[in-house]
């Protein structure tokens, strides 16, 4: 059991610690009047994001929109606009955000030449631009998340939710115990009587 608690106490503490993870890089398309949303959380400080529109048939001409992430999606994104490239000119070959950004939850969304933020908040572009495809890279300490990022537990509830759980089985296995002891108490009683 000791070495179960002391297990659950060294996962706490690494997921307690300050976030240290590599820069990603993800691919991704785009159809013929489509908006690609990336969510993620960040933990604060100097960023980058860069996106590659040389990947395969990539965008001639990206353009990218970094907004905090309201955590709701379906019904657009109506986060503060955080920033905004357009490089402007065709096969530039990156379009670049970068940086320092306090810590939290954000969305880039990337579309094609002359994108808007209208579009970009409503994850449709207006005329046909044709399908294309892209990488993108977010640079360390960006982690990416599935979709809307409000219901996404901290690294700190993470360590108490393994804290909790951790300490629930120790209770549980006291009990336990402790009930065993009592049959076993009981048992030699009802012998011992028997015996006499």
Known sequence: MKKMMKAALAAA??????????ATTVSGSLNSSGVKDYFFSFTGGSYS??????????IGDPEVFLFKDNGSPGTGLTGALVDHNDDRGFFN???LLDGTLSAGNYVLAIGQYDFT???????????????TNFQVTFSNGI??????TGAVPEPATWAMMILGMGAVGYAMRRAKRSSDA????KIQRITAGALT
């Open 182 to 185: 009592k049959f076993d108490a």
């Open 143 to 148: 982690t990416l998340n599935a979709g809307p």
């Open 49 to 58: 994001i860069a996106v590659d529109s040389t990947f395969f048939n990539g």
């Open 117 to 131: 933020q209208a579009e970009a908040r409503s994850g449709s572009a207006n005329f046909t631009r044709g399908a």
């Open 13 to 22: 503490a690494l997921l307690a610690a300050p976030n240290a993870f590599a």
């Open 93 to 95: 070959y990156n379009s």
